[in-house]
DNA sequence: GATGAATGAGCTTTCATTCAT
DNA sequence: AATGAATGAAAGCTCATTCAT
């Protein structure tokens, strides 16, 4: 066996633990969730979760870190792409709601979990969620300077109107607030909702 | 000292208590709050709260009893008024967004917390939280009924942009994230920004 | 019952407390010591040392700050009084070697636990013990300034040669390792004890 | 390579673990020792502690049997000797202050953690610690039958005053509270001490 | 020989709840 | 009504020990 799959079976193993985490703190909560819960559902012994984290708020951190990041530079390569405003804001909108689709226990600890911790207490620990914030704002200074965007609107307020409609979707959702309609299919679901939410946000409500 | 004198002052205690628990719940979840930091909160020994409640549980559930029905029934009114759609929907913003200023601690606890419990594991139960969402929802249907709403929205998701945009900019300005001018009455500053959100929300962000 | 009894009901329980820690860490170590085994000892459920003591660390500490200090004050005592040089060391010795006749197990603890806890690693945590020397020492100037002891010695160090006698003594006393003769009462053979050390420290082995 | 080479380097490896063992138990105490400490401080991986030893006790006890033993055969060739009481003891107070010196972590080890342990709980067994103390008695019984010592002293106690004289200066030392001058070299220095020691010993602190 | 992943007994500590006062 | 001492279930965490590689 050579080296390099041991160090992948390590970090199988690791991931295994969070993907674990994920699910345990999706169903219970981060406080109810107990160690043993996450080493039972990844079916270790529970003291192994200390050979690989401190304790179980590093569990939730990695969590965050591994996990938000990996979301960050989709947002980012999005931001960055040829697409007019309209389109750029609908991809993220798409990437943001189809997420919870995709992975509703990721979704759920990042949006109820995390943004209770005491990162958000702590200054400098905003960073992670503020980068958001920025990206999207910075689509908009684009879309104003190129002509797609009201410019009477500050891009730094703006862009929580649409980070908000999103947000509270996804709670909605993670909430069982929002029920998929039992006439389509779920993708398509996911889609209009996406696309109703950006097109709510560029013309408004009124006819 | 009169009977009812008696009865007011166990019911304020009472009710002291309650607001204790939310400030706590909202400050550090409801599995981390120890029932000491709620009588601490009080300014009343701990065992006094058993002697007010049967437990932890039976306070989050009664704050939820007491709470959110007050706050259904004016928006329940506000949806029942002759105003026009736009009134209506500027009417809840300023309760939302006041709600949040005077007591955002109680929007956290009933947003966040009460969700959780095993209060909705009951089938056929509707989420009370979803009753303000089907409310707003509902005013926007009358709105296109009268031909104030554009007709090709969905009103079950058009709501949510509304309540999110609401909600993400209370929220910056609860973390201190956006910042009073330090020109103007902060009652003044947060109707100005309930009638921006409405305003962006029926109008877009298109030039 | 006046309001003092039940303070000195507190003040008992701790005391209770104490004194079963005190037993328990002279039978099996601080480390091996369970809080269990305190409880037990005392009687009482293991969860009322937490509402009496912060940690186990704290148990070993209090034992420590509020039985050295009574110790303290009686060598201050003796050290202020107008007896001659080889007196006030004798009753010094007297007291420390009677310590453990009378309470075994407060030597025991304050002997083989406390001396190696962190406190001594800790500058200014020397302080209660180099009390004690910086104590002999004074007795020791005193008498070379009355000519009872010999001026070529410097008292900071001499002082170490009776307080290592005496220690010795003890950690063999405690350790087992010195054994009451049969032959006479325990009472006199700890005097004897004293008595021999202060003597030979006074004129030597020499005949 | 050759077949003694390899039960060298076994031996070699063993003795390290073993010289680990003490730093680290001198330091922490045997209880709070962890194996992985003495792994770490030994430069290995914890698990070739168990390839040694049976377990972390089998270590203590091999600390014991292969160190103190080594020690003793020394102090009782010194006993045998044909030199005066004086020289016996200098010589035997030189070893101890050095071997303080060179190994203060025996020194720790063998006193405070061996004897706690369940090895002296068998009846019969005399305290190997207690034979150190029964050598140095007979040397002073040899002194005191060739009238080199004073005969009103017990000899039993006698020798606690000088071994413990020697343990509290070297302890002062090894503290740092007692510092070396500057003008000497440390080996003549601690020499200088046990000289003290055993002067003071003899001659007393009367003028 | 050597490593360190894996296990789980057992400890410390927390805290909801009861109850005598 | 009010207090807080007392209890003990339950959880987090540590670490000696085993074992596959």
Redesign the pocket.
């Known amino acids: 066996?050579p080296a390099p799959s041991e160090s992948t079976a390590?970090r199988d193993?690791r991931s295994a633990i969070l993907d674990a985490a994920i699910r345990v703190f999706a169903r219970t909560g981060y406080h109810a969730?107990?160690?043993?819960d996450i080493a039972d559902e990844a079916g270790?012994?529970?003291?192994?979760v200390?050979?690989y984290f401190?304790?179980?708020?590093e569990v939730l951190n990695s969590i965050f870190e591994e996990r938000w990041g990996d979301f960050l530079d989709v947002v980012s390569a999005i931001a960055a792409s040829d697409e007019d405003t309209r389109e750029k804001l609908f991809q993220i909108a798409s990437l943001i709601v189809n997420a919870y689709r995709v992975r509703p226990d990721w979704v759920k600890v990042l949006v109820l979990e995390i943004q209770r911790s005491s990162r958000f207490a702590e200054p400098g620990q905003m960073h992670a969620v503020g980068k958001l914030f920025a990206m999207i704002a910075g689509i908009l200074r684009d879309g104003q300077a190129r002509g797609e965007v009201r410019s009477d609107l500050d891009p730094k307020i703006a862009c929580y109107v649409l980070i908000g409609g999103l947000e509270i979707v996804i709670t909605g959702l993670v909430l069982g607030v929002i029920e998929v309609e039992s006439a389509e299919e779920e993708g398509d679901y996911f889609d209009r909702v996406a696309r109703t939410v950006v097109e709510t946000y560029f013309n408004g409500i009124c006819p």
């Open positions: 066996m390590r193993k969730a107990r160690v043993s270790i012994a529970y003291g192994l200390y050979h401190k304790n179980k708020e």
